[in-house]
């Protein structure tokens, strides 16, 4: 069954520093997402992203964060200038749902993010 | 906005226990709803999910029915393993948009 594949999976990272993770999602789906879960917290929305541009973000979703489509199979989360309340699991999803709520977003096992 | 709100644990039972996890949403419109489990160490994975009123999702002896009156999802399974030991999320997405919105999470541990 085909998934949606993260890299790495644990990042350790200083604060201040750039930190890029990878997503490739499921290769037929066209909208991907960004969550990330603070230990022992919720998931949490960030970025919804369709056709090449963000369709939707969350209020977490700052001037510091971007995401990038660069070629046909990566999807890419960039946190500028980590701080060390940016330490959480992100996970990406993607979906085949062609702006329809009712299919499932399938996630992958997650990056772990460690900012010190 | 939408949101979902999920029994709190730990819960912990007995195997061949039965359980409920209790959700409850609210949503502007009809929302999908969803079950998606975590095991340690690992990513959600969708458990099973209703997309209408009165839909009952089923997948590895778990259900859920889809109730507009009551708002609710909530989560049942006859006889626990010690396998289904993990985190359960109740999910919802709206008609028209894409983001998700969880639960808070329940952590089940069934023992031998």
């Known amino acids: 069954e085909p998934e949606v594949t993260q890299t790495p999976s644990h990042q350790v990272t200083q604060m201040g520093q750039e930190v890029i993770l990878r997503c490739v999602p499921i290769s037929n789906h066209l909208y991907f997402y960004w969550y990330r879960q603070i230990l022992g917290q919720k998931v949490e929305f960030l970025v919804s992203?369709?056709?090449?541009?963000?369709?939707?973000k969350s209020e977490i979703f700052d001037d510091q964060f971007s995401v990038e489509r660069p070629d046909g199979s990566n999807f890419t989360l960039k946190i500028r200038s980590t701080k060390l309340e940016d330490s959480a699991m992100y996970f990406c999803a993607s979906s085949d749902n062609r702006g329809l709520g009712n299919q499932p977003q399938h996630f992958g096992d997650g990056t772990r993010l460690s900012i010190l | 906005g939408n949101s979902v709100t999920q029994m709190e644990g730990p819960v912990t039972l007995s195997e061949e226990a039965f359980l409920t996890i209790n959700c409850t949403y609210t949503a502007t419109g009809y929302p999908s709803l969803f079950w998606y489990v975590q095991y340690p160490g690992e990513g959600l994975q969708l458990l099973l999910k209703a997309t209408k009123a009165d839909d009952k999702g089923s997948n590895k002896g778990f259900e859920a029915t889809y109730r507009k009156e009551t708002t609710s999802f909530h989560l049942e399974k006859g006889s626990v393993q010690v396998s289904d030991s993990a985190v359960y999320f109740c999910a919802l997405s709206s008609y028209n948009n894409n983001d998700m919105r969880f639960g808070a999470g329940t952590r089940l541990t069934v023992k031998p």
């Open positions: 992203f369709y056709n090449n541009e963000i369709s939707e």
